[in-house]
């Protein structure tokens, strides 16, 4: 009988290696989009009280408004944090694609990847996938040359492709760059006066950086022939609008025979933006502080 009883109070003890503590849970994203919102009504509440306290000075109230400010700055950071999804998210599904487009165009590339740590809103992560897509293609498809080419330019045969990120300044900033052929700059302004979008006169006084961003418009495409890739006229427009409609911006570099880097700018989140207020002509303005180049003060005069 004390034999079995023995064994009984053995079993009802958890095995210390068996147990293990829960470090992470699942959180639905409404529940997370409840408490942005809730928090960004604490923001506003936080400033009415500030205008109250500036009307009727209080010493007590202004030091408890301070500490809640700084209070409320790490929950909007710790909130705006739990949203973000690492890059790697997307970016791990890339070198295999990258494998298979440069094998159907007898080409050999390699992708490196750098930043795909950093985070970006579920969101803005969603949208920018297909973006990318399209960039890699077209860094595959035509800036990246044959191998037999390359070494007859004195290259290694094995193209290279980077993608690299970085936090600047609010923004994320994302780098695709290939060692390629380069952008034919002329050739894009002889297509674009062909297609109607801009006129010599025009083409005359446009630099290659302004030329080379003429590949973002709708339809236009240096490409000599129509494959599964490129060629149809769509591409960098989209990708110019999607990164736009987050309130972001798309450059293009290109160097004949050296390459491309295509540069594409994002706010990390678009849940809480922090913005500076400007007070014009009797009029409170709210400009996204991520959007402000500089601040000149002048004479009221």
Known sequence: KPAVQEKEIKAAVPDPQISTSVQSIRVSVEQLDIIVNLVGELVINKMQLETITKASPNAD??????????????????????RLIPMSTICDHFPRMIRDLAKGEGKQVNLEISGAEIGLDRVILDEIKDPLVHILRNCVDHGIELPTIRQQKGKNPVGLIKIQARKERGLVAIEVTDDGNGMDVERIKAKAIKMGFITSEQALRLNDQEAVMLITAPGLSTAEKVTEISGRGVGMDIVKKKVEHFGGSFMIETRPSFGSTFTIKLPVSMTILKGLMVKVCHQVY????????KIVYGNRE
């Open 61 to 82: 109230l202004a030091d408890r408004l301070t500490a809640t400010h700084r209070l409320l700055s790490e929950l909007q950071m710790e909130v705006m944090n739990v």
């Open 286 to 293: 709210a400009i996204p502080v991520a959007n402000v180049l």
